[in-house]
């Protein structure tokens, strides 16, 4: 129905950025809100951000001022500038997308994730 792939993980020093991206994929008619979350080992997945058909955004107070959530339409992306990186922000991060598929009402879509890690 709805791939959504992941990419732009990586390891940084904190302090560095990194850039990911999300491209949704597939049977879709409509696309609301998409976001990213994450998942530090030991720890439940937890929101990071969210931009909404009205390009309106909400953050993490954890992250707001270091990272960006900006989206593409016309390519089903989405992106999420991460900023002055901090140890503590390493998790596999998780693309989610709210989407209705052709024949369907609006259901909740998921990546596979990608690894960001941050050293000292």
């Known amino acids: 129905q709805v791939q959504l792939v992941e990419s732009g993980g990586g390891l940084v020093q904190a302090g560095g950025s990194l850039r990911l991206s999300c491209v949704a994929s597939g049977n879709i008619r409509v696309i609301n809100t998409m976001g990213w979350y994450r998942q530090a080992p030991g720890k439940q997945r937890e929101f990071v951000a969210v931009?909404?058909?009205?390009?309106?955004?909400n953050y993490l107070d954890a992250v707001k001022g270091r990272f960006t959530i900006s989206r593409d339409n016309a390519e089903n992306t989405i992106y999420l500038q991460m900023n002055s990186l901090k140890p503590e922000d390493t998790a596999l991060y998780y693309c989610?997308?709210?989407?209705?598929?052709?024949?369907?009402?609006?259901?909740?879509?998921w990546g596979q994730g990608t690894q960001v890690t941050v050293s000292l």
């Open positions: 989610n997308a709210l989407c209705r598929v052709e024949g369907s009402s609006f259901a909740s879509f």
């Open positions: 931009i909404n058909s009205d390009d309106s955004t």
